[in-house]
């Protein structure tokens, strides 16, 4: 299972960005797809998390800004970002969890992976 994410770049304080984290490869189905996040000299922190019954939730520093949603048809999961700060600069990764095929139809064994990050950068 492989993750691409995409969407970052370089914004204003109080702008928006949108990004997505598409999923590939072969498993049996996703469980949760999550975004984090590494600013710099800080440690990976939490941002928002979507279940595969859609239930959300996310850090306190985000909540009501951020929105994380999931498109099972294309496979992906999206986080917007609205009224960015500065301090929302960072390389934020995606996480997703799921199950590998098992024998015919069932789930196998579980799996986590991480991509590869996306830098987002919040001008003053």
């Known amino acids: 299972v492989q993750l691409q994410a995409s969407g970052g770049g370089l914004v204003q304080h109080g702008g928006s960005l949108r990004l997505s984290c598409q999923v590939s490869?072969?498993?049996?189905?996703?469980?949760?797809i999550a975004w984090y996040r590494e600013a710099p000299g800080k440690a990976r922190e939490f941002v928002a998390r979507i279940s595969s019954e859609g239930h959300t939730d996310y850090a306190t520093s985000v909540k009501d800004r951020f929105t994380i949603s999931r498109d099972s048809a294309k496979n992906t999961g999206d986080l917007d970002m609205n009224s960015l700060k500065s301090e929302d600069t960072a390389v934020y990764l995606c996480n997703v969890n799921g199950r590998l095929h098992g024998k015919g139809w069932s789930p196998g064994r579980a799996f986590s992976t991480w991509g590869q990050g996306t830098l987002v950068t919040v001008s003053s």
């Open positions: 490869g072969s498993y049996h189905s996703i469980t949760t």
